[in-house]
């Protein structure tokens, strides 16, 4: 899945060989790419626990 934003996107995906998805982020600055899967990265962890944002 790609997740548009005005700055750049996140691509959330299955990891092909483990039982985890792998969140990559592609942006202006590396900061801005940082925070989008740290972001998406604890948004996916509370799905997962059951505690829905």
Known sequence: MRIRHQQG???VAPD????AVRVTGEAASSEFA???CDFY???I???ISGNTP
């Open 9 to 11: 996107y996140a691509t």
């Open 16 to 19: 092909p060989f483990r039982n």
């Open 34 to 36: 940082r925070e989008l």
């Open 41 to 43: 990265q604890k948004q």
């Open 45 to 47: 962890a509370l799905i």
